[in-house]
Each structure stands twice: as C-alpha cells, then as structure tokens.
C-alpha cells in the first residue's frame, strides 16, 4: 500500500518586531527548526524579507497597523508566512471591522496556499485581540472560523488565477492572546481543526510561551486538520538567550500530511 503521509514542520512565532530584534540570530535559530512553513507576528515587512532571503525561502506579508507615521512604512507591523515550497498570498482580512491603519487594536488574518510535493495546503496567520476582552478574542476567533469553513471568498484582496473553489486542508497558527480561554481554540477549530499541542502525544515543556523569562501563559499555538496527525510539538526552555530574541517562545509542531 502506498503511504500518503509526508512530514511537516510548521513554526508559529511572535518575534515583537518592534523591539528590533537582531535579524542575523533570528535567521539562524529559524534555521536550526528545519521548518518547511513558518507563521510569524508582529513583524516589520523588512524583517520578514530579510529572515527570508537569509533562509532562502518564499514571503508573503500583510498589513497590521503602523502606529508611528504613514511616511515611515518600514515601521509598520504586521504578519508574515515564510515557505519552503512556493505559495500564493491569497488574501487577507481585517477581523475587528473598520479601525484606523494607526490603532494597535487594528488585528488582521491572512493566508496562503502552499505548493507542497504531497499536495497544497492553505496556511492561516493571525495575531488575536490582546487584553481582557475574552469575548471579542472569541468573535474575531469566529469569524475567521467562518472564512476557513467558506474556503474564503473571491471578494478578498490578493486574488490570483488558481481555484479558490478547489477544498484544501487548512493550518492556522498564530498568537491568539487566549491563556485559559479555550473558547478561542473552540471557536477557530470548529469540526475541521485541532490544538496540535493538545493532541500530540510528544510534547516538550509544558507549552507556555509568554512572557519568554518565566513564561505562565500559552498564547500561542498551531492548529491542523483532523485527519492529518501530530507527532511532535515542542517550545523551546526559557532561557536568557531566547528573552534576547522576543517575549514570546515558538510552537514547533512536526504533523504527517495526509493527501486527498
């Protein structure tokens, strides 16, 4: 019989750009997780080119918000997908309906179909709604829940030639700001998803991501289709090093493919 199964390493990670992380060690510890597809948030567009080219895969970025001036675009924040295999950015949504391109509170998705050899896929990021407003962290999970189970719609920005009526399976990683508010996960998986760390039968730590130094929250996470299978999903131990890096620890989750 033949397997249909491939391996695949998916990384989520807020870098807190902002900050202005040193790019070159960033590069190397992407490096060192051997990913084939990479999420990031809160990343400035010059960041997430230069990560890029230094690993020598394809980038895709959307727009946050840029909280300092419309006249200096390279301070804008905003999410990235990094690929091994080519892709096409299909789109992206605001989730908090009209805000300012300014407002921080502004929070977006965006996604991507990527060409892998077992067979496409789509790759979901997102960076949730911050703070103690659990329930429009929920809304916004909803919402986006509802785009994924339409196979998001033409009208979105970024359309391209290849069939977007064609059903492919969906991963959705991202910093969703939901320690102890299970109702985000719930509200974003549906019946087509599922908490790879919840499911994996090898986990290192405990899965806690933020703050870096002394980390009590998991705010962070990779969600995959139900049929495919997780092996593996491991954050790193908070070390001094990885406070350097940014305030928040990587999901690395390693899921066999499964093709249609």
């Known amino acids: 019989m033949i397997d249909r199964r491939s391996e695949l390493r ?3 990670w807020n870098i807190h750009g902002a ?3 040193d790019l070159d060690d960033l590069a190397i510890t992407l490096a060192s997780f051997d990913a084939d597809v990479i999420g990031l948030q809160e ?5 997430a080119r230069r990560l ?3 690993l020598g895969y394809h980038c895709v970025w959307a727009f946050k918000h840029n909280g300092y001036s419309r ?3 390279r301070l804008a924040e905003g999410l990235a997908i990094l690929s091994r295999d080519p892709m096409n950015h299909d789109g992206d949504a605001e989730l908090t309906g009209p805000r300012s391109r300014s407002d921080f509170r502004r929070r977006v998705a965006m996604w991507a179909t990527i060409e892998h050899p077992t067979g496409d896929f789509r790759l979901v990021n997102t960076h949730l709604a911050s703070g103690d407003d659990a329930e429009e962290r929920i809304r916004q999970a909803s919402e986006l829940n509802g785009l994924v189970r339409t196979e998001f719609p033409h ?3 970024h359309d391209h030639d290849h069939d977007h009526g064609q059903e ?3 991963v959705l990683v991202g910093d969703l700001n939901d320690h102890r508010e299970p109702a985000v996960v719930d509200a974003l998986a549906g019946d087509r998803l599922h908490d790879a760390w919840s499911t994996a039968p090898d986990r290192s730590r405990n899965g806690l991501t933020n703050p870096t130094v002394a980390p009590h929250q998991r705010l ?10 997780v092996s593996r999903v491991e954050v790193p131990e908070p070390t001094v090093v990885w406070s350097r890096r940014s305030d928040h620890l990587p999901v690395i989750a390693t899921v066999q493919m499964r093709s249609k």
């Open 19 to 21: 900050a202005r992380p």
């Open 10 to 12: 998916i990384v989520s």
């Open 155 to 157: 009208d979105c920005d």
């Open 43 to 47: 990343v400035r567009r010059h960041q």
């Open 168 to 170: 492919l399976p969906t």
């Open 52 to 54: 890029s080219t230094e």
């Open 71 to 73: 006249f200096l675009p």
């Open 220 to 229: 962070d996470h990779v969600l995959t289709p139900n049929e495919w299978t």
